[in-house]
């Protein structure tokens, strides 16, 4: 039996700015929804432009950099796991909605990448390596090329 994989990877931009939630703990998470663009061909042959609007959810150090370093507008690709929530609302009804948990991100706007690599005044510079989400322990380094 084949095994089950969640992997999401989307390029898009951020529809606003990230919103920071900490926690009492000293942990963070940021959200913000990522507009994705398709295109289709209607019955009439004209090509249709719709936007998607993905849900995400960034948490841990990441959160941190997403707050400092990503706007409306900023193009990023994300590396992450959907995942399902579920809530009843007000009225009693059950309610799901699926997020994309991130793994990793990319600043792929060259103004991003440039603010990250060299400190402004008030901000730390920040290692975009080690700043990044959290690496899974069973990754292996030892790649034979």
């Not at 529809?15 to 963070?28: A, H, M, S, W």
């Not at 990522?34 to 042959?45: E, F, H, V």
């Not at 590396?79 to 799901?96: C, Y």
């Amino acid at each position: 039996m084949a095994r089950n994989t969640n992997t999401v990877i989307l390029i898009g931009h951020l529809g606003g700015d990230p919103e920071i939630r900490q926690f009492q703990n000293g942990g963070q998470i940021a959200t913000f929804n990522l507009a994705i663009g398709d295109d289709y061909r209607d019955k009439q042959g004209n090509t249709v432009k719709r936007t998607h609007w993905i849900p995400i959810v960034v948490h841990g150090n990441s959160a941190d950099v997403a707050r400092q370093y990503l706007q409306k507008g900023s193009k990023i690709c994300v590396t992450g796991k959907l995942a399902q929530e579920s809530w009843q609302d007000q009225n009693g009804n059950n309610r799901t909605a699926l997020k994309v948990a991130t793994q990793s991100f990319e600043m792929l706007d060259s103004k991003a990448r440039n603010e990250m690599q060299q400190p402004t005044k008030g901000k730390e510079k920040i290692d975009p390596l080690s700043a990044m989400a959290e690496q899974d322990d069973s990754f292996d380094d030892n790649i034979p090329f």
